[in-house]
């Protein structure tokens, strides 16, 4: 059920985009225009499905309407009458709302992650926040969607009970026996989906969770410089047990303790980058060297691939086929000014070209 939905999403996208006629029809019935899912996108999931789930009742007419049009193919017609077959089913029409409420605060979350801004404590938090939320709403979740579905079941007269034919026979005198509701088996691959959610989710942040609680003791300055905290010297050690060839943990520990010293005369600072900056401002790389460093691995620990794959981004951006011959460095160099690219805004590039013009230059003059 779980793998034939997302198909079924796939090819309606598909029936609408391969013809230029159907497309504009449906853009005059949904205000949100149809997306495709795509394998390495998780936000393209709830694009997907969203104005699929918006839009039913407009999917449907349209469908119904297509698949007796006499102008169209028969091809098309055969085609949309599948395609509407398809969704009138009880397992897609519950799954329908079941994954916009799985999908929706899992969008919300991911986009998080990608920003710029976000640390791996807030991060380690969300993902907790979001764990808690389907082992306490998963039941909710369920109900909730299964009511929907038969409300949509009821409303286009869609049939939910199981039927298996029999041969008739002196013990049965009836060509069919009526089964469970088929809304037992659904509801059972919904809760088998949203274990292997919880427990997908356990496994593979358990990184992120380790990470924050060894020593994202630093990212709380408050915390950590103006409240006097009990195990802080055993954090500091366990600070040490990760980065032992950078850090010592009792010298980091007596700097910190050095550093609240100084900072009670001073206005308070509210960031990891705020007590590097206060840090650097001595001048000196010998004044607070463990913790100096501290902050900058901590500062550099990056919560997602956002990056890399903006990286790659610009790599096929900058390596185009009238470029096939550019070496490496070159490529890197480039890669760097385009990524950097607010760093350079205050660069001059006509004197940078006439510098390189001048030095290059093997003309002689006469």
Known sequence: MMVSFFGVIDAIYAFFAGSTERWDHLKNCLSLTLKYESETRWSSRIEAVKPVYLFLEELITLLD???????DTATTRSKAQ????????PDFLCLLCFWVYILTPIDRVQKRLQDKKMNFHEAAL????LEEHFIKNGSTIISEAIENGKISCSKWNVETEKRKRFQITKEVDQERIKYPSLFDDIKTQMEEAIEILIQEMSE????????????????????????????????????????????????LYMEI???KALLRTRDVLNTPLELLEFIVSFGDENVFPNLRLAIQILLTVSVSIASCERSFSKLKLILTYLRATMNQNRLNDLAIISIEEKSNDPTNFDELIDTFSSLKARKVLL
Do not use: P
């Open 65 to 71: 309407t297509i698949s007796h049009n006499s102008k």
């Open 82 to 89: 599948i395609l509407l077959k398809r969704i009138l089913q």
């Open 126 to 129: 969300d993902i907790k926040a």
């Open 204 to 251: 593979r942040f358990t990184r992120l969770h380790d990470l924050d609680n060894k020593f994202g003791f630093l990212l709380n300055v408050k915390q950590l410089m103006y409240i006097e905290t009990e195990n802080l010297e055993e954090q500091c050690s366990t600070f040490e047990n990760f980065y032992y060839d950078d850090v010592n943990g009792k010298e």
């Open 257 to 259: 303790c050095d550093c």
